[in-house]
């Protein structure tokens, strides 16, 4: 699997952005999806998870109620829709696919994931 994450930008605080992640996966495969991100000097953090079917999602208490996890899978398609966005939202944001179908809250981990993207910047000044 193939992961091409697009949408990064330079936003100032309160502003949004809408990232996307366009997968390149087997038909009849079922992926669970999810963003992390990673600020400079600190480890990598999840950010939100959406199961393959899209019918449950998970996300960080510092995102939640501003970030939306959505997916198309006629378009094998993952986005992020983040609203009043924050200084410290500034990172590397990835995405990432898991291949056993689980459920989004069991895809909170770096180590829950089989494939990873090449990452998209996100700047939000103050």
């Known amino acids: 699997v193939q992961l091409q994450a697009s949408g990064g930008g330079l936003v100032q605080a309160g502003g949004s952005l809408r990232l996307s992640c366009a997968a390149s996966?087997?038909?009849?495969?079922?992926?669970?999806m999810g963003w992390f991100r990673q600020a400079p000097g600190k480890e990598r953090e999840f950010v939100a998870a959406?199961?393959?079917?899209?019918?449950?999602?998970t996300y960080a208490d510092s995102v939640k109620g501003r970030f939306t996890i959505s997916r198309d899978n006629a378009l094998n398609t993952v986005h992020l829709q983040m609203n009043n966005l924050l200084p410290e939202d500034t990172a590397v944001y990835y995405c990432?696919?898991?291949?056993?179908?689980?459920?989004?809250?069991?895809?909170?981990?770096?180590?829950?994931?089989?494939?990873w993207g090449q990452g998209t910047q996100v700047t939000v000044s103050s």
């Open positions: 959406i199961s393959w079917s899209g019918t449950t999602t």
């Open positions: 990432a696919a898991e291949s056993a179908a689980r459920p989004a809250e069991l895809l909170r981990h770096i180590r829950d994931y089989d494939y």
């Open positions: 996966t087997r038909p009849a495969r079922k992926y669970g």
